[in-house]
Structures are given as C-alpha cells and as structure tokens.
C-alpha cells in the first residue's frame, strides 16, 4: 500500500475538503436521524464499535512482541509487532491530544431538543480568547467524554490496523476493507460521533501508520 507524492497529497486534500463539507452540510442532520431511530442501531452499533478499541491490538502486539523475543525468536515477525504496537500508540496519542485542543460536542447533544453543536472554544462569542479558553479546560475537566468528538478515536484505530494489515497482506484487501467499514460506520450508527469526526479518524489513522511505516520499512520486510 504505498501512494504516490501526488496521490497521497489528492487523498489529504479531498479528505479534509469532505471533513469541512461535512460539518456544515451532512453532520447534524444525519445525526439527527440515528437519534430519532436510536432503538433500530444504536446497539448494533455500540457492539460493533468494539472493532475499533485499541486495547485489543496493543494487547496482540505485546504477545506477539513477546513471543518472538522471548519464546520463538524471529526477529522480522517481531519488528511487526513492534509496528503495530507502535502505530497504534502513535496514532492514538495524537487522537487524544487532538480531542482535547479541539474540544468538540459529542452528538449526545443534540439529543432531546438540544441545540449542542459546534466546538467549546465558540460557545461564548462575548468572552476573550484567554476566558474561552479557560472555560474550554473547566468543561473539559468536568466531562471530558462529552466534548472529545473529533476525532473518532475508535476509527483512528480502525484504519491504523487497517493500514498496517494492508501493508503486510495485501491480498485479504477485500477482508479488510468489509471489517473496517463496519467499525467505522459503527460510531455514526451508535450515536458517537459525526460524519466528519470519523472522516478525521480516517485521515489520522492512515497517516500516522504510513508515518511509523516510513521508519520501520526496512526492518518489517527485511528476511532475518
């Protein structure tokens, strides 16, 4: 899975050109949909969304780390783990830190009439940048779940391990490709988050993979 210069830069562009689509056109009102049919998908989409919880690929390439250190020694199936053991807490870090500067309302509050839309640091129009601020950190620290929306978290991780299995195995694409998009579409469906917050996870997730891919390249398809 490797992209041209040109490719990759078209992908980055068209991504955030749909992410900026999206928050003005698509987010609310499809959001608005899931809610009003909450009963018909949020607890499929809940369950599925479990696709997308990096704990479980941490916990696989730390086996496998492991494993082939300690027990079966292999250093190139070792490097691979290392990759995805790293990719994940690459890309998951940045996402956390993203949530918190940006600080954007979940869907949940659009629910029961609610008009919570938007991102905290816009919520006080009359306020200084310094009060918006420090009203975006008390918020924060109250609850920081209700304004960690974007990006997905769970698809940052989707796509990372997405990335990672495209690289390595190439030829199970279409098996892939089905099980992320299950993952993905899951946090539209459970009512988690917009189209644009998975968008981001998407771009995130891809990125931050193919970045600790650039470093690694030798040592995960080199034949010890």
């Known amino acids: 899975m490797i992209f041209s210069k040109l490719q990759f830069t078209l992908f ?44 479980w690929y941490i916990g696989i390439a730390l086996i496998g780390i492991v ?15 290392l990759f995805l053991l790293y990719a994940n807490l690459f890309s998951g870090i940045i996402s956390v830190v993203a949530k918190i500067i940006i600080g954007r309302f979940r869907p949940w509050k659009l629910e029961n009439g609610e008009d919570g839309f938007g991102f905290l640091i816009g919520q006080n129009p009359d306020f200084s940048f310094l009060e918006n601020l420090k009203y975006q950190v008390d918020m924060l620290v109250q609850n920081s779940t209700h304004y960690s929306s974007f990006p997905s978290g769970h698809t940052t991780t989707s796509l990372t391990v997405f990335t990672f299995m495209m690289i390595l195995f190439p030829k199970q ?41 650039s470093k690694m390249k030798g040592k995960i398809e080199k034949n010890y």
Do not use: M, P
């Open 173 to 213: 694409y279409y098996l892939w490709i089905t099980i992320t998009l299950l993952g993905v579409s899951a946090r539209i469906l459970a009512n988690d988050h917009f189209v644009s917050d998975v968008l981001a996870g998407i771009l995130l997730g891809i990125i931050s993979t193919l970045f600790i891919y």
């Open 67 to 81: 494993y082939y250190k300690f027990i079966k020694t292999h250093k190139l199936y070792k490097q691979r783990f």
């Open 12 to 55: 980055i562009t068209l991504t955030l050109l749909l992410i900026v689509l999206s928050y003005f056109y698509i987010d609310k009102s499809v959001s608005l949909y899931f809610i009003e049919h909450a009963d018909t998908y949020k607890a499929y989409g809940k369950e599925v969304s479990k696709l997308g919880e990096s704990h």
